[in-house]
Structure formats: structure tokens, C-alpha cells
């Protein structure tokens, strides 16, 4: 059986899960369909991804064909930033139910602590600095409890904050986020968030988990590390038969985290659901535990601009 993640209702989210960042519209249909069609059955999306209608036109087909139930699948998307305004919220999400032809979400994430001018996808040039928002993030939030009672998303919870955004975030509300996103993979443990989210009863996704090599030219370091290539990586993957993917999926699954690797290649994306058979041994983790070089793929640093109020998205 699949291991999965419970919320407090009973509702149990499956450890691993297709990631559909940079999916292209061309070919994520296929995946998603590929994926279902294979035990998948967790999926996770956004808004900004670029690709919900393409992700959609796989659910309309897969559930239209009758062997997969909706309620059997869990599916995860993310609020844009430039709609946190308590007005723009439920809008954002109903767009987003209607591309993915759904009518209801089990978890929506607020996607950054960052808010933007409605219309705005990423702030690239001097002229955007202007294109960021001062909404309170109880603002939001407020309405992400609303659109959990008026039931068009099962769960709420937030991506991409820190321990000092969630505890700001708790200590205004009563709701609790339930779930949080962010990036995590041998090169960045974060294992004091995530003790305080196991503390908290907030399910954990580990985003990245592959190192997202296929990233814009533009999003990457300079020399930055493969965690494909990496030779311990390797070397464990060898001694258990498995691929470098598997290990990093399987590190993710073993620490109690949900994993949304990507694929669009049918292969991989069997090979990927497939990673966690067996138990990464005492050695192997010790191992593992000397990779953390507290590395980020995704620095988020198209926010932090003069005209925002982080000088480090963070909050490092
Ligand atoms: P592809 O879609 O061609 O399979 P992440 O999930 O960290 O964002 O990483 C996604 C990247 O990793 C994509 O380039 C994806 O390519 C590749 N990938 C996915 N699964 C595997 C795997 N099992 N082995 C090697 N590369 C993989």
C-alpha cells in the first residue's frame, strides 16, 4: 500500500505524488493520465504552473472513464500571489476548479508569503518592483478558511514560509495551516521545520526533490550541485538496485514528508512511484546527513526587491 500522510479529519494524503512544475502544456495531459494509469494517486498543481486547463483535460478523461473516483485521488494546487486580497481569493480558486475541471480541491497552499498587483506573474523588470502589495497575510488566510467551509477545498495550508511566517501566522488565527510546501532534498534537511511542523500537526510536501534540473537557464546558480549525480547518492542507489531518483524520493518518503517529483516521461514516472520498497539503512542516512549543505534550487530571490518588505524570503 501506498504510505500516506493523515489530516486530523481522517483524510490521508499519498506520500508521493506527480509534480507538475514545468510540465509543458503539450505534454502533461499524457502524464498525468500516465500516472493515474499507474497507481498514482496524488497530484499537485498551481496556477502559476502555467498548465491547469492541460492538467484538467486528464482528470475530465480519467474520472470520465469511470475505473478512478475523484474522491480516490488527492489533488493539491496553489494560490497565485497576485491574488491574496480577500476578494481576489475565491475568484483565483474557482479559475483554478474550472481549468482543472474539479469541483473541489483536497488541499490548496497560499503559494509564496508574497503578495502581487492583481495580473502580475513574476516581477522581471525595474518597472515590477512597483507591481508588489502590502495584504496582510490573515487577509488571505481568512479567506482560505472561507473557501474551506464553503467547501470547494478540503484542506488549507501555505508553501515557501518559514518557521517565523508560520508561527506570525498562528498566532492570528485559530485555523492552523494544515500542510506546508517548500523545498527540501539531501542538499537542504530543514530539520528544525520540520520537527516544528511535526510539533504543530502540519503535513510536510517536499518540493524539488530531484534537484529540478529542468528549470529555466535563467532560475539556475552558476555550477549548482546535481543531487541526480551526486556520488553518494549514486553509491546508495547501487547498493540497493535502485535508481538515483528512487533513493532521493525514498529519503523524502522515510523522513515522514509527501514528494511531488516531476516527470513527463513515462518511465520515470512509473520508476518514481516505485522508489520506496525498501529502508534506507542507518549508514545510508548517516551519509545522507552530511549533504546538507543548506543549498536552495529555488532562492525565491525575484521578491526580494527595495519595494518589498524581505530582505530574504526566508527569513534567513
Ligand atoms: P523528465 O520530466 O524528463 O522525467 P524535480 O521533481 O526536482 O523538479 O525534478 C524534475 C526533473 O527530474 C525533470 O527534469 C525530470 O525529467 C527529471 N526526472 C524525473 N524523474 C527522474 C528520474 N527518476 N531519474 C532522473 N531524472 C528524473
Given at each position: 500500500p501506498l504510505r500516506t500522510l493523515k489530516y486530523k479529519n481522517g483524510d490521508e494524503q499519498p506520500a508521493i505524488g506527480l509534480g507538475t512544475w514545468k510540465s509543458g502544456k503539450g505534454e502533461v495531459t499524457k502524464a498525468v493520465e500516465i500516472a493515474l494509469n499507474n497507481g498514482y494517486r496524488h497530484i499537485d498543481c498551481a496556477?502559476?504552473?502555467?498548465n491547469e486547463n492541460e492538467v484538467g483535460e486528464a482528470f475530465e478523461k480519467v474520472f470520465g472513464e469511470g475505473e478512478i473516483n475523484r474522491e480516490e485521488v488527492w489533488i493539491t494546487s496553489k494560490l497565485w500571489n497576485d491574488s491574496h486580497k480577500k476578494e481576489d481569493v475565491i475568484p483565483a480558486l474557482k479559475k483554478t476548479l474550472k481549468d482543472l475541471k474539479l469541483d473541489y480541491l483536497d488541499l490548496y497552499l497560499i503559494h509564496w508569503p508574497v503578495a502581487f498587483k492583481k495580473g502580475v506573474g513574476f516581477p522581471e523588470s525595474d518597472d515590477e518592483y512597483y507591481s508588489l502589495e502590502e495584504v496582510p497575510i490573515i487577509e488571505t488566510w481568512e479567506a482560505m478558511v472561507e473557501a474551506k467551509k464553503q467547501g470547494l477545498v478540503k484542506h488549507i495550508g501555505v508553501s515557501n514560509f518559514s518557521i517565523k511566517k508560520l508561527k506570525d501566522l498562528m498566532s492570528k488565527?485559530?485555523?492552523?495551516?494544515?500542510a506546508l510546501q517548500v523545498e527540501l532534498h539531501p542538499y537542504l534537511h530543514q530539520n528544525e521545520l520540520l520537527e516544528f511542523c511535526s510539533k504543530n500537526g502540519i503535513n510536510v510536501t517536499a518540493y524539488?526533490?530531484?534537484?529540478?534540473?529542468?528549470?529555466a537557464d535563467a532560475m539556475k546558480a552558476k555550477d549548482e550541485p546535481s543531487l541526480l549525480e551526486n556520488p553518494t547518492i549514486v553509491k546508495i542507489a547501487k547498493k540497493h538496485g535502485a535508481s538515483a531518483g528512487q533513493v532521493l524520493i525514498n529519503w523524502a518518503v522515510q523522513r515522514g514528508t509527501a514528494v511531488i517529483p516531476k516527470s513527463t516521461n513515462k518511465g520515470r514516472i512509473i520508476e518514481n512511484l516505485a522508489s520506496s520498497g525498501y529502508q534506507l539503512d542507518k549508514e545510508d542516512l548517516a551519509e545522507i546527513d552530511?549533504?546538507?549543505?543548506?543549498?536552495?534550487?529555488?532562492?525565491?530571490?525575484?521578491?526580494?526587491?527595495?519595494?518589498?518588505?524581505?530582505?530574504n524570503i526566508y527569513d534567513e
Open positions: 496556477a502559476t504552473y502555467g488565527t485559530n485555523e492552523k495551516p494544515e524539488s526533490p530531484l534537484g529540478s534540473g529542468d528549470r552530511k549533504l546538507d549543505e543548506h543549498f536552495r534550487y529555488v532562492t525565491g530571490e525575484f521578491f526580494v526587491t527595495d519595494g518589498n518588505s524581505y530582505s
